[in-house]
């Protein structure tokens, strides 16, 4: 008989790991997530676990977290131990732009569907770029951007709306830190914490964005079970990462982040690779997507650049009007780059020309419908 158990229990184990996009996880089980999860109560989006992915990763660089909210930013530069308690104390609770930038890269990387830029390289190429507040991207500055990191995509958070409340208070955890204040506070019933977040995904070449979505996420109670992310090693975040879960507004920033990643998640699935030409020499053309994007193999239509269009009003890039002009075939993969050679095409492919996979994407799964879990 417990043998027979076993087996079933082994059964339905390999059943959950179908390759449904996320679970909901709590203490006790775990459910799938549906297509649309904007109606379900965001205590059930604290926590959760991605599903198994086997497609190509995209590769994304994260911006700067803006803060247009009417609460104040905080940002943690420098490592001097300065003891913000009594500013945190006078404003209320500030905004920890750069901790919730790096709950937004952890979460990135852990579903396993993107390969992140570093910070580190972010940081250079932004600091000779114009980029805007109200816009954040030019289009010269995009392109530019995409190009040095090699990045497909950018995604920038906008924190609209922040409210923690409720008041610090002796029982809170402000006090544990010295460098992130914490808002909100532990175990204390009735508090409440609100986070409007906009997520904007950008093409790193056009500098066109591709999709944005509102997110508006409210936790009603403090001290819900937030279990261990496998956070990366981000210094004195990973400290604050553990804390600022304990917290009604942080539990509420955790679940809006869960929430938008999962609907850029669904956008990436839905998307071909995609490379543009570095070189054609003969009947063989370069490619600047590598092995996380191509297999031997693969047939790509080639679309030669045609105009740039760019909207008057917003003087943002709505695409090119690009001419099909055949078909090649991936004969040679690396980290970096690929070589395919001419298929049906008919004269030589220009740099910057680009290539799009014909393979279809990954499936995605959903639930049927949203059963919380037990």
């Not at 175990?187 to 066109?208: H, M, P, Q, W, Y």
């Amino acid at each position: 008989m417990r043998l027979t158990i076993a087996a079933l229990l082994l059964i339905t184990s390999s059943v959950s790991l179908a390759d449904f996009l996320a679970y909901s996880v709590s203490e006790k089980g775990s459910a799938p997530l549906p297509e649309r999860i904007d109606k379900i109560n965001a205590k059930y989006l604290i926590n959760l676990e991605w599903g198994d992915f086997s497609g190509k990763r995209a590769r994304i660089a994260v911006l700067e977290v803006d803060n247009n909210s009417t609460t104040g930013t905080f940002k943690s530069t420098d490592s001097s131990g300065t003891d913000y308690k009594s500013e945190w104390s006078s404003s209320g609770g500030t905004v920890p732009v750069n901790g919730i930038e790096a709950i937004v890269t952890d979460t990135l990387h852990r579903s396993g569907r993107f390969r992140i830029v570093e910070r580190e390289a972010l940081d250079e190429v932004l600091g000779e770029q114009d980029l805007a507040a109200s816009g954040r991207i030019t289009r010269t500055s995009g392109a530019a951007t995409g190009q040095v990191l090699g990045a497909e995509l950018l995604l920038q958070v906008v924190i609209t709306d922040y409210e923690t409340g409720t008041s610090h208070s002796s029982g809170g955890v402000g006090g544990l830190f010295r460098k992130i204040p914490v808002v909100g506070g532990i175990g204390k019933k009735g508090a409440k914490g609100r986070v409007g977040l906009n997520f904007r995904l950008i093409d790193a070449t056009t500098s066109e964005v591709l999709r944005t979505k509102q997110v508006e996420s409210t936790i009603k109670e403090s001290g819900l079970t937030f279990e261990g992310s496998g956070l990366a090693d981000y210094g004195m975040m990973e400290g604050f990462m553990g804390d600022f879960a304990k917290t009604p507004i942080g539990q509420a920033v955790i679940a809006g982040i869960n929430m938008g990643i999962y609907d850029i998640a669904k956008q990436i699935g839905r998307r071909p690779a995609e490379g543009s030409v570095i070189k054609a020499d003969g009947t063989r053309v370069w490619l600047n997507i590598g092995d996380q994007g191509v297999n031997m193999g693969d047939r790509l239509s080639v679309m030669q650049k045609g105009e740039e269009l760019i909207d008057p009003d917003t003087g943002i890039s709505l695409g090119n009007s690009d001419t099909a002009m055949g078909d090649i075939e991936v004969i040679q993969v690396a980290e970096k780059y690929s070589i395919a050679q001419w298929v049906t095409l008919n004269s030589s492919p220009n740099r910057g020309d680009r290539g799009v996979s014909q393979a279809s994407p990954p499936s995605i799964e959903y639930a049927e419908s949203w059963r919380r879990p037990k």
